[in-house]
Every structure is written in structure tokens, then in C-alpha cells.
């Protein structure tokens, strides 16, 4: 099924695309959460059921990326992202099975049980590991790299964080066009406030805009999962921009959009101490939603953006509005792909992941 956008906007469809995903996705109302936590009007967009070779947000984004890295004649991707990055891992089972090389750059970060499993299914699949201890030292080894397969005569394509480039996010402006044509078949009502994790602004960005795009008066409240210096109001308006920019090189019928950071949502207070710790609140958020509702939430990106996004409307005395909870995690089991898999089997920097407790272990002490 070809992007919904492409029948409002139709200079789009000189974009390069390649269909990846199963969409629409799902919305389901969350009753029982909703009813424990006091909200009439709860429910949930199932990205984390995008495919079922590997779900969650990055699979919209990559529909275009990979589409554009193939248009372009490029013959390897390079990725970056944390130890356990989900984009690493979905950049290389897509980009593996289109035929890309696919090389990761990975920056320390807290340890987890599904740090140690994406290591193990990178491989698998694999990716080109190289570890960096710091998100500088990652970026430099990331251009010095870039420029030595330039100079071998072979220009890589590079997927940011996130997959969030301006083609990459024009998945989430083409899902909130989604959105709007399953609030119009009676699947919800329209929804006051969308929660979206702000790990790379991508999702929040693109969701943003094409509620603009679409007519629609939701506001989304972008939950800040990573590192503060990285995710503010002014790149979440940039971001729309930019977005909105690259659309209307493509087709001049698509409105300017200008937005101002005060008029956007950026929800700062439900971090934890550094990006990907644990927190004993997203710890009971997890739990909380795998046993009312089934859900299958992450430590360090969708438990955070429920957990703060409630909590927001709490505050604010705004229990009563429709409210679209954006599951933007994984929930294919890939972990038979690595059953009885050797860690030694990795680089040696990697090593540390495995012989140091993970953050599970440390709080089942």
C-alpha cells in the first residue's frame, strides 16, 4: 500500500519509497489501564506491530530511506546509534536483506538485557560493529570512516539516529495522515494529545507536521527519553521545518509551515539520571501495561513516554481528553535467532556487556 499522503499530495510520489511495513496499524482503546490510571479516553497506536520481521517505529522511516539510499546508488549504510540501538538492528535486517552492507557505530550507554541481545542479533544479521565510549568519539569515528570509503571510491549513506532525516521522518507526517483516515472510519475519536517518545525527534516531528498537514487539531506531547543537550523545543520546531522544507522541493502545493518552539509540547522531567537508566517508575510502567493490557514496553523509550505523558495530564487536570499513545517499540520475539549464541563471537569491546551486571540484575539485589 502506497504512502496515504501521496493521494493529497501528489508531486510526493517522485520520492523515492519502498513498501516495508503492514499498515494501517492498529489503534485500541486501553480499558484497563485506562481505568486504573483514570483516563475514559486512552488508547494506543500498535507501531510496535509494524512488520513481522522486526515492528516498531524505525520500519516507517527506513521505507524511505532505504528506498533513497537504492535510488542513489549507494551499497552501504552506515548507522549509529547506542550499544543496544533498536535503529542499528532494524537498519541492518532491512538494509541486509536489500542487499546493503551495513556498518554500526555504537556509543556506551547503561547496561540492560536487551543491550546484550541487539549485540547478538547484530551479529546475526550482520552488522559491522564498532564501539565508541561517548557519543563525540562515535561522531568522529563515524566521519573518518565515511571519508575512507570515500576515498575507495565508494560514497556510504548514512542513517542518523533515529533514522530521523528529513525523507526518513516522512513516515510519521504520512502516519498521522493514517491516523486521520481511522479517526474518520470510527476507530477513535480525534485525539487531543498524541504521546511520542523524543529519543531523535523524528517521530515526534513528523507526527507534528502531518496533523498540521491533515486538518487536524492534535498536539503532540513529545516525552524526552535522550540526552538533554540533544533534545530541545527549538531542534523539535527545526525539525518540523526541515521536514516541511524537503516536502515542498517535491511538491509546491504542500502549505509552509513555520513553527514556533513555545507553541510545541516537550515533556522534560521523566529522563532518569542519563539517557537509557532504568527508573523504578518506568519499571512499575512496564509491568503495569503487560498486565492490564498486554502491551510490551522498553526501559528506555515507550514505558518513559507513557509514564510522563500521564503523569503531564494529571497535573494539568486533563484526565478527561482523547488521548493516542504511540507504541513505538519492537514486539516481534527475535530472541530464537540467538539462542545459545557466544558473546565471544563479538568484537572484544564488547566483551563488558556480558561480564558486567545489567541494570535487571542490579535491581533485583
Not at 511538491?251 to 522534560?268: A, G, Q, T
Request: charged share 25%; aromatic share 10%; with cysteine.
Amino acid at each position: 500500500m502506497k504512502p496515504i499522503i501521496f493521494e493529497t499530495y501528489h508531486g510526493l510520489d517522485s520520492i523515492p519509497w519502498i513498501g516495508l511495513g503492514e499498515f494501517p496499524t492498529p489503534i485500541q482503546k486501553l480499558e484497563k489501564l485506562g481505568e486504573v490510571e483514570g483516563f475514559k479516553n486512552l488508547y494506543v497506536k500498535r507501531d510496535d506491530k509494524s512488520s513481522p520481521i522486526y515492528g516498531g517505529n524505525k520500519v516507517r522511516k527506513l521505507e524511505w530511506v532505504l528506498a533513497d539510499a537504492k535510488a542513489t546508488g549507494r551499497k552501504t549504510l552506515i548507522a549509529v546509534g547506542g550499544s543496544g540501538s533498536n535503529q542499528v538492528l532494524a537498519t541492518t535486517i532491512y538494509g541486509r536483506n536489500m542487499g546493503f552492507r551495513v556498518v554500526g557505530f555504537v556509543f556506551d550507554q547503561p547496561n540492560a538485557e536487551y543491550v546484550r541481545r541487539n549485540l547478538l542479533l547484530d551479529h546475526h544479521y550482520g552488522t559491522e560493529l564498532h564501539y565508541a565510549p561517548n557519543l563525540p568519539v562515535e561522531l568522529l569515528m563515524f566521519g573518518l570512516t565515511y571519508a575512507w570509503e570515500g576515498l575507495r571510491g565508494e560514497k556510504p549513506y548514512y542513517v542518523p539516529g533515529g533514522a530521523s532525516s528529513p525523507i526518513g521522518n516522512m513516515g510519521y507526517v504520512n502516519a498521522a495522515f493514517e491516523i486521520r483516515n481511522q479517526v474518520e472510519q470510527g476507530e477513535m475519536p480525534e485525539p487531543d494529545y498524541v504521546l511520542a517518545a523524543a529519543g531523535s525527534l523524528g517521530t515526534a516531528s513528523g507526527l507534528q507536521l502531518g496533523f498540521k498537514l491533515a486538518g487536524m487539531q492534535t498536539r503532540v506531547a513529545a516525552v524526552r527519553v535522550s540526552m538533554p543537550w540533544y533534545i530541545t523545543t527549538s531542534k523539535f520546531a527545526s525539525m518540523i521545518g526541515n521536514i516541511n522544507t524537503f516536502m515542498r522541493k517535491a511538491d509546491p502545493s504542500v502549505p509552509e509551515v513555520k513553527p514556533r518552539s513555545e507553541e510545541l509540547i516537550m515533556l522534560e522531567d521523566y529522563l532518569g539520571k542519563c539517557y537509557a537508566a532504568f527508573t523504578p517508575e518506568c519499571v512499575s510502567t512496564i509491568k503495569k501495561a503487560k498486565e492490564l493490557e498486554g502491551l510490551i514496553l522498553d526501559p528506555t523509550y515507550t514505558s518513559k513516554t507513557l509514564l510522563g505523558g500521564l503523569d503531564w495530564l494529571k497535573k494539568r487536570g486533563e484526565k478527561d481528553k482523547v488521548i493516542l499513545f504511540m507504541d513505538t517499540y519492537n514486539s516481534v520475539d527475535l530472541t530464537p535467532q540467538i539462542e545459545g549464541a557466544d558473546y565471544h563471537t563479538l568484537p572484544r569491546s564488547f566483551y563488558r556487556y556480558f561480564e558486567k551486571p545489567t541494570q535487571e540484575e542490579e535491581l533485583a539485589q
